[in-house]
Structures are given as structure tokens and as C-alpha cells.
């Protein structure tokens, strides 16, 4: 099929995939609500909640397939292409807002709620009343060392070597974007690869990290407001990790299949965008996390 005037905007006749989306959404949700709550539904519960997570694992599978089709058949034109990618930045700044929550969260109880419960300010004395003697330092677990003592973990160890693993991931998918805007596609698919196991070995190292933190230091998700504050930054960062380096493995197979081209590859910067953004999370992440 020919590539379609400029002045014309291809919208697809279809639009089963959204519907699929809701159903899936509305059963894992349904599911995991019933099941997080201990609801005595055993052995239904889980079920409904895996049903659910399969309808959606069918449904991306189906609507980027289709979406995958459309482009190499040449259907969308620099209007769509402009669409996705106002979408892709839009989606990339609520994921920007998402992060900001949590470092808000963690700015607030070290600034204000720690220094407060320690007696700073005209606040009732409430290290008096309520926490005498609780010394403010940070990391704490809370007054009263909620779930006993634990240590934190070095920014100079793990740490350290997963930024630098994620800062040459940055290094080697801008080299692969250089290769695939000259033509060498090869050359691409070689620093694609490389791009994706240090992705997997970011992953690697930072279950590492967490069986160290559980097993030997104490420290999990029920160490005080540290705890909370780091396992939830640091978890919704591997999540979009794993994420990320699952898009890079599609990209990586589609370059190997021969779809993109040098003038026309927005699948390809799409996912590049997206993980630049979670090196740049990871760096403010590893300075107030682990360094500050």
C-alpha cells in the first residue's frame, strides 16, 4: 500500500484493543483485590487475578503487533508520527510525576516530619510529649526502633556498579541510534545486544542488593520510613528497569527482522527515550538514596 497523502490522518477501523485492556485491567485488579485482602476464596482467587494479567499479556502482544504492521506497511504518515510522539513524551512526564511523588515523600520525612519528631521548631515539643529522648538522624526507623535495628547499604558497592552499568547503557544505545540513523544496521543490533545484558545485569545485581538487605542488614519494607521510602523507590526503579529492558529486547529482535529505517524509526527512539529517562531517575535515586 502506497504512503498516504500528508493532508490525510490514518486512523485505524478498528479499536477492539482498548475494550480488551479494560476487561483485563477490571479482572487482575478484581483478582488481586480479593486476594490481598484474604478474602476465603482459595483456590479461585488467585486465578482471577492470573486471568486477568493474561488478557493483558495477550492484549499488548495483539495491539503492538497490529500497530507493528501498520508502520511497515508504510500506513501512517508525519501526522501519526507527531501523534505518537506527543503520547510518548506525555507518557514519559507522568512516569517524570510518578517518581517526584516518592522523592517528595522521602524530602518531607527527612526535612520536616524527622527534624519535628526530634523537637525542632515550635512544634509542642513533640519529641516530649509524645517521643522523649529520640534522637533525629538519618537513616532512622522510626521513634521507638519500630522493627529493630539495620544497617544501609554502601552507595560504593552495588550501587556504584549499577550506575555505572546503567550510565554505559546510555552510552551504548545512543551508539546503536547512531548506527541505525547511518544505515549500518548490524552494527546496531551488536550495541542493541550489549545495551540489553547490561540491562540484565543491572537486574542481577540489584536482586543481589535486596537479598543482602533482607538477609543480612535488616533492612526491608518494614524498616521505618527508611525502609518504606528506599525498597519503594528502588523497587518501582527495577520495575521500569525490567520493563525497559523487555521493550529493548523487542526492539532488538525487530532490528533483527529488518523493520526500521534510517529516516523512520520512532519504535526504535521511543523505547531509547524511555531508557534515558530511567538512567536519569537512577542518578538522582543513587545520590539521595544511597549517597545523601
Given at each position: 500500500?502506497?504512503?498516504m497523502?500528508e493532508?490525510?490522518?490514518?486512523?485505524p477501523?478498528?479499536?477492539?484493543?482498548p475494550?480488551v485492556?479494560?476487561?483485563?485491567?477490571?479482572?487482575?485488579?478484581?483478582?488481586?483485590?480479593?486476594?490481598?485482602?484474604?478474602?476465603?476464596?482459595?483456590?479461585?482467587?488467585?486465578?482471577?487475578?492470573?486471568?486477568?494479567?493474561?488478557?493483558?499479556?495477550?492484549?499488548?502482544?495483539?495491539?503492538?503487533?497490529?500497530?507493528?504492521?501498520?508502520?511497515?506497511?508504510?500506513?501512517?504518515n508525519?501526522?501519526?508520527?507527531?501523534?505518537?510522539?506527543?503520547?510518548?513524551?506525555?507518557?514519559?512526564?507522568?512516569?517524570?510525576?510518578?517518581?517526584?511523588?516518592?522523592?517528595?515523600?522521602?524530602?518531607?520525612?527527612?526535612?520536616?516530619?524527622?527534624?519535628?519528631?526530634?523537637?525542632?521548631?515550635?512544634n509542642?515539643?513533640?519529641?516530649?510529649?509524645?517521643?522523649?529522648?529520640?534522637?533525629?538522624?538519618?537513616?532512622?526507623?522510626?521513634?521507638?526502633?519500630?522493627?529493630?535495628?539495620?544497617?544501609?547499604?554502601?552507595?560504593?558497592?552495588?550501587?556504584?556498579?549499577?550506575?555505572?552499568?546503567?550510565?554505559?547503557?546510555?552510552?551504548?544505545?545512543?551508539?546503536?541510534?547512531?548506527?541505525?540513523?547511518?544505515?549500518?544496521?548490524?552494527?546496531?543490533?551488536?550495541?542493541?545486544?550489549?545495551?540489553?545484558?547490561?540491562?540484565?545485569?543491572?537486574?542481577?545485581?540489584?536482586?543481589?542488593?535486596?537479598?543482602?538487605a533482607?538477609?543480612?542488614?535488616?533492612?526491608?519494607?518494614?524498616?521505618?520510613?527508611?525502609?518504606?521510602?528506599?525498597?519503594?523507590?528502588?523497587?518501582?526503579?527495577?520495575?521500569?528497569?525490567?520493563?525497559?529492558?523487555?521493550?529493548?529486547?523487542?526492539?532488538?529482535?525487530?532490528?533483527?527482522?529488518?523493520?526500521?529505517?534510517?529516516?523512520?524509526?520512532?519504535?526504535?527512539?521511543?523505547?531509547?527515550?524511555?531508557?534515558?529517562?530511567?538512567?536519569?531517575?537512577?542518578?538522582?535515586?543513587?545520590?539521595?538514596?544511597?549517597?545523601?
Open positions: 500500500m502506497t504512503e497523502s493532508k490525510q490522518y490514518y486512523v477501523h478498528t479499536a477492539k484493543w475494550i485492556a479494560c476487561v483485563g485491567l477490571f479482572v487482575s485488579v478484581i483478582g488481586a483485590s480479593l486476594k490481598f485482602n484474604s478474602l476465603d476464596l482459595e483456590p479461585t482467587t488467585p486465578w482471577v487475578m492470573y486471568a486477568g494479567f493474561a488478557i493483558l499479556i495477550f492484549m499488548f502482544f495483539g495491539w503492538f503487533g497490529e500497530v507493528i504492521k501498520e508502520s511497515e506497511d508504510n500506513l501512517y508525519k501526522q501519526v508520527d507527531a501523534s505518537f510522539r506527543a503520547g510518548m513524551i506525555w507518557f514519559i512526564f507522568s512516569e517524570v510525576m510518578f517518581f517526584a511523588s516518592f522523592f517528595g515523600a522521602l524530602f518531607y520525612a527527612r526535612t520536616f516530619a524527622v527534624p519535628w519528631l526530634g523537637g525542632e521548631g515550635a509542642l515539643a513533640t519529641n516530649v510529649q509524645l517521643w522523649s529522648g529520640y534522637e533525629a538522624v538519618w537513616p532512622t526507623n522510626g521513634p521507638g526502633e519500630l522493627n529493630g535495628r539495620f544497617e544501609t547499604i554502601s552507595a560504593f558497592s552495588l550501587p556504584l556498579v549499577n550506575t555505572l552499568l546503567l550510565l554505559t547503557s546510555s552510552i551504548t544505545i545512543t551508539i546503536a541510534h547512531h548506527a541505525l540513523r547511518a544505515g549500518d544496521r548490524k552494527k546496531t543490533i551488536i550495541w542493541m545486544i550489549a545495551t540489553v545484558l547490561l540491562g540484565a545485569t543491572f537486574l542481577f545485581y540489584q536482586a543481589e542488593e535486596y537479598i543482602e533482607y538477609q543480612h542488614l535488616n533492612l526491608t519494607l518494614k524498616s521505618g520510613i527508611y525502609g518504606s521510602t528506599f525498597f519503594m523507590l528502588t523497587g518501582f526503579h527495577g520495575l521500569h528497569v525490567t520493563l525497559g529492558t523487555i521493550m529493548l529486547i523487542v526492539i532488538t529482535l525487530r532490528l533483527m527482522k529488518g523493520h526500521f529505517k534510517p529516516n523512520n524509526h520512532f519504535g526504535f527512539e521511543a523505547v531509547a527515550w524511555y531508557w534515558h529517562f530511567v538512567d536519569v531517575v537512577w542518578l538522582g535515586l543513587f545520590i539521595f538514596v544511597y549517597v545523601l
